[in-house]
């Protein structure tokens, strides 16, 4: 029901994701009509023509009481059986030696989100801040031992369709948060440490990446687009890159 007024379900987990969505506005409509007509009868019943002494121990109905332990196990049951394992899934990401894993850094700043793809040998090249230029902005240090060929864009992630991708997050200079509503994805890149979110694109197209943490007064123009293409498609964007920035 509420899948219609939510981003597309372009990821495998979102549908996990729209589920306790779902549950959680529907628990919400039912306790706010239930606890409002619970008020409205209890000032007819309670009024003053009808209870002249006040009740200071509250309500005596038995109803009244089970109602409040039906809630507290209806929120239990939401949170331990359905909210608890999507969670635990998503924090578990593959393992990056997974040869069908496409990992990908993602190095985030005021105002921008710097791609970093580890190139033919699948394998990163050394960073260094003083290497970190207006040409350079991750520092990647080219003449490390898996530098040579890797590839940089900017405010532009190519991932390829149905096959599981883990992003690490990290960035330059403040809190910034990787945002993908139609993926359903939402992490904190935090100065000093590599944060990784994973998920399986399963539709192609593009995809905004928005920055979901106010990082100052350009935050609303912190905006990246995530392709997700064929597995051709995607080889061929690397292929070009490579030879636009290696010469390869």
């Known amino acids: 029901m509420i899948e219609r007024w939510l981003p597309p379900q372009a990821s495998a987990h979102a549908g996990e994701?729209?589920?306790?969505?779902?549950?959680?506005?529907?628990?919400?409509?039912?306790?706010?009509?239930?606890w409002g007509v619970y008020f409205v009868w209890m000032l007819v019943r309670f009024r003053e023509g009808r209870q002249p002494a006040p009740l200071a121990e509250g309500p005596p109905h038995r109803p009244a009481r089970w109602t409040e332990i039906g809630v507290v196990v209806a929120e239990g049951v939401l949170l331990v059986v359905i909210a608890l394992p999507v969670w635990y899934r998503q924090t578990t990401a593959p393992t990056t030696a997974d040869?069908?894993?496409?990992?990908?850094?993602?190095?985030?700043e005021q105002f921008a989100w710097n791609i970093h793809y580890p190139g033919a040998d699948g394998r990163f090249g050394e960073t260094r801040l003083s290497l970190v230029s207006s040409t350079n902005p991750v520092g990647l240090d080219r003449s490390s031992a898996h530098g040579a060929d890797d590839l940089l864009t900017l405010d532009d992630l190519h991932l390829p369709v149905n096959r599981p991708v883990v992003i690490q997050l990290s960035s330059k200079d403040m809190i910034h948060s990787f945002?993908?509503?139609?993926?359903?994805?939402?992490?904190d890149a935090t100065p000093g440490l590599l944060s990784p979110v994973w998920f399986t694109p399963t539709m192609a197209g593009q995809f905004d990446i928005a920055c979901s943490q106010l990082c100052g007064l350009g935050h609303y123009r912190m905006r990246a687009v995530i392709t997700v293409e064929s597995e051709a498609e995607y080889q061929a964007f690397l292929k070009a890159e490579a030879e636009l920035q290696i010469g390869r």
């Open 17 to 34: 994701i729209d589920l306790v969505l779902t549950l959680v506005h529907w628990l919400m409509l039912v306790l706010f009509v239930g």
């Open 99 to 108: 040869p069908s894993a496409v990992v990908v850094r993602v190095v985030a």
């Open 179 to 187: 945002g993908v509503p139609a993926m359903r994805v939402k992490q």
